[in-house]
Structure formats: C-alpha cells, structure tokens
C-alpha cells in the first residue's frame, strides 16, 4: 500500500472511530518517516484570500486530510530578492502588496507565528549557497491568500523562501532539489505563483467568463500541462526555447519560478495531479499541481 493511502486511510479511520484525533493521529504521523507532499497553486488574485470559491475551496482540500505539518514553507512569486534569503522572525508581519482592493482586504491579518528554528534548518538544508536569514519581510499575499484557507487558525508556523531573480530557471531547480529532504522532516513546501501570468493583456470585460483564455493562453497552459504530466522537467526549465505562445505566459519569470521550485522538489516515481485547471481574464491560469 502506498504512504499516501495508508495516511489518508488512518486519518478517515481516526475521525469515524472517534478512538484517537486527527490532530493527535497527525503528531503520530510527524515522528515518522513521512514524506509531504509539494504542492504549485496558482493563486491569481488577492481576492482569492478573502473569497469561499472554487479555487480557494480546493486550496483547503488538498491538506484537509495530511497530518498538520510543523512549519509551512512558502516560494512565493511576490519576494524577490538579490541572494535567497528564508524568514527567520518569531512573528511575521502580514503584507498587503497590492493596490485598488477593497477594505476588506487590506483588513486581514494572518498571524501565524514564524519559525527561526526552521529558518535555520531551511538555511542549513543548501550547501551550494548561503542562505540568508531575514528579519524584515514576512508573509506577502502570494503565500496568506492561499495558507489562511488551508489553516485558518494560523496555529501553524509560516516561513518563506524568496526568489533570487537574477539568476535563471536551472539555478531553482537546483536549489529547490537540495530542500527536498525537508519534505521527510514535518515541512509542508509550496510554491506559489502562476503559469500563464501577463496582467498588460487580461481581458477585463472577461473576468467573469469562465475559463476564458487567449488562444496562446490556451496553447500555452495544454502544453505546460502536458510537460508536466509526462515530467518532461527540462522542457520546463527551457521554456524560453518553447516559441512566442511561452513569452506571452511568461513575459516576465517571477509567476513562473515558483512552479520550478516545485518540479525540483518532486520525486520522479510519485503520484502527480493537477487541479483548478483553469484559465481567467484570457492571459492568467489558475492551474495547480501536487506531488505525492
């Protein structure tokens, strides 16, 4: 039997025999050899932080039923940095990098305690750089618009990686395999951005269409998608090597690289899904992946 069915298993088992919690069955399952899953959500806009719908819904699902993990580790496309730096604060602030929402919006706070002990570990975990520990940044919406669904309660400590964006796709894929040993120690890593991501072409009058996408959108999130599926990595980490269809979705890298994050992380031999395969606004998917 598969880890991943087994857990899924014990943890339905626990909730219908009422002989243990899926809180206590879960630090069980921590001081195992349990291998976490990786997870890529395409987190769109802000608004997806304050709203119950489709795709926040299925955010939610896809940790509902792993054991809590000790500390969650966030890529996210909005902390882009010169060097890779890991958040190593006790409280993280709740960043609201965005403008022309509502209110309601830049009311929420998610304060989840951070993790200078695992900012140590994350540090430690590379060899091939030094990483830097910073006290500074904290949580931007790239990462509290997606984990405040998966666990509202903010119980869970929160840290994040950043992005050095000078340097090109195969350096995060690199980087990304050598974390890859903390998904067996309690962490719970997502990268967080999007595949297809051009704002200077969304259809506006659109917004509302459903799965409406540019036909080099949709040529563009079938192909990812098909690369992905056949864990065709090299193909991804080239994609300026794709056409013109690959240079609209990613006019510029920093959506893109935390999906890279992600295939670096995975193991070649675990299961793979995609989900919230959907295109909005004609040039921005919300497509999502999960290893293990």
Do not use: C
């Amino acid at each position: 039997m598969k880890r991943q069915t087994f857990v899924k298993g014990m943890l339905g088992f626990a909730a219908l025999s009422g002989l243990t919690s899926v809180g206590s069955l879960g630090k069980i399952l921590n001081e195992e050899d349990y291998t976490y899953p990786v997870l890529f959500i395409g987190h769109g806009s802000p608004m997806n932080g304050i709203e119950d719908n489709h795709f926040s819904q299925q955010w939610k699902k896809e940790v509902e039923h792993l054991p809590n993990p000790k500390v969650v580790l966030v890529i996210s496309a909005h902390w882009l940095t010169n060097g890779t730096y890991v958040t190593a604060m006790e409280k993280p602030q709740t960043i609201h990098d965005f403008g022309g929402f509502p209110d309601e919006l830049f009311a929420v706070q998610y304060p989840s305690p951070g993790s200078p002990e695992w900012a140590q570990q994350t540090k430690s975990a590379v060899t091939s750089i030094t990483i830097g520990l910073d006290h500074e940044w904290g949580l931007d919406h790239g990462t509290w618009t997606v984990v405040r669904h998966m666990y509202p309660a903010a119980e869970i400590p929160v840290i994040q990686l950043s992005i050095d964006y000078n340097k090109p796709a195969e350096y995060h894929y690199a980087l990304a395999q050598e974390l890859k040993s903390l998904r067996k120690k309690g962490v719970l890593i997502i990268g967080s951005g999007n595949m297809v991501h051009n704002l200077r072409m969304v259809a506006w009058d659109k917004l509302n269409t459903p799965n409406f996408g540019f036909d080099w959108a949709i040529e563009a999130n079938e192909t990812f998608n098909k690369y992905i599926l056949e864990r065709n990595h090299r193909a991804m980490i080239d994609y300026k090597k794709m056409g013109e269809f690959a240079q609209l979705a990613i006019p510029t890298p920093d959506h893109y690289f935390p999906l890279i994050y992600t295939l670096g992380l995975s193991d070649e031999k675990e299961e793979l899904a995609l989900f919230n395969n959907e295109l909005v606004g004609g040039s921005l998917n919300m497509t999502s992946v999960r290893f293990g």
